[in-house]
């Protein structure tokens, strides 16, 4: 047991003590082109996703990414400027990747020069903060800077989908929609059923003669008529017979009189021959 508990400790302890070591092992800041040689000095391999080479000025980067995952032991290079291969090249089972490659001399692409300050910066960059693994300066320069970390990009808060928060402001019920669907309906029917403005009037007109002619019967008597007929005042004439009545005898008899003394005034008179 002892010697089994032993045996598992001792792979333990290779196990963790393998690790990758990335270091810059040479540059060259003053040929055509710039040369960048890096080591893998560690026992285990390393992926490259995320990680930089970094110069002095902001915008000197370079993605390691495309380089993969290096082994053990394994060197590889990167070339800047005038003459840096166009795509990675291979040679001798070791590779050669461009940094702003270009097969015409622009001094404006070169990230490296013997000028007392230029150096090129290792980083993991692939998780925060970054890793400043390695760094070396260019010929002349005597200090380099301590690596600065990017200042993190704020997470935006996650949208509120929760329906009761607010979500459904705009928005109408189904029994909203249907009471309003119902209205609807409801006033449509209303307008389809009312009658054309003709027969309203003739309605109208019915009711008014129905009115009329009850109102006939309640003051001439049935079938008199008298009740459809009034006065200029607008009263009815059925009250006024018996003045008209007693007009009348009195008018008859003056015509009597009338009439008697002009026969009398006539028997009076001498006959022709007499």
Same mark, same amino acid.
């Given at each position: ?36 040689? =890096?080591?893998? $000095?560690?026992?285990? &391999? ?57 097969? =015409? ?11 007392? $300050? ?39 808060? &996650? ?35 009312? &009658? ?43 009250? %006024? ?19 008697? %003394?002009?026969? %009398? %005034? ?9």
């Amino acid at each position: 047991m002892a010697a089994i508990a032993g045996g598992v400790g001792l792979a333990y302890l290779l196990t963790a003590s393998a690790a990758s070591d990335l270091q810059i092992t040479l540059i060259d800041c003053g040929g055509h082109p710039r040369r960048i040689a =890096i080591q893998n $000095k560690g026992d285990a &391999p390393q992926n490259l996703a995320g990680w930089k080479l970094m110069s002095d000025k902001p915008n000197e980067v370079f993605d390691l990414g495309v380089v993969g995952t290096v082994g053990p032991g394994v060197n590889f290079y990167v070339f800047n400027g005038h003459k840096a291969p166009l795509t990675p090249l291979e040679i001798g089972g070791e590779w050669i990747y461009g940094w702003n490659p270009s097969e =015409i001399l622009d001094p404006s692409l070169f990230v490296l020069n013997d000028d007392g $300050k230029d150096f090129i910066r290792l980083v993991d960059a692939s998780q925060l903060p970054w890793r400043d693994v390695s760094r070396l300066g260019c010929l002349g320069t005597t200090e380099i800077p301590p690596l600065e970390q990017p200042t993190p990009t704020p997470t935006p808060p &996650p949208s509120n989908t929760d329906p009761g928060a607010g979500g459904n402001t705009g928005q109408t019920s189904g029994n909203e929609s249907a009471n309003a669907q119902s209205d609807a309906a409801q006033s449509t029917g209303a307008s389809q059923n009312a &009658p054309a403005s003709g027969s309203t009037g003739s309605t109208s007109a019915g009711t008014t003669a129905q009115t009329a002619n009850v109102s006939g019967q309640a003051v001439g008597g049935p079938a008199s008529g008298v009740g459809l007929l009034s006065g200029s005042s607008g009263q009815p004439l059925g009250g %006024r017979l018996l003045p008209l009545g007693l007009l009348s005898g009195v008018a008859g008899a003056a015509l009597m009189f009338v009439a008697v %003394r002009t026969l %009398r %005034r006539a028997l009076k008179q001498p006959q022709d021959g007499h």
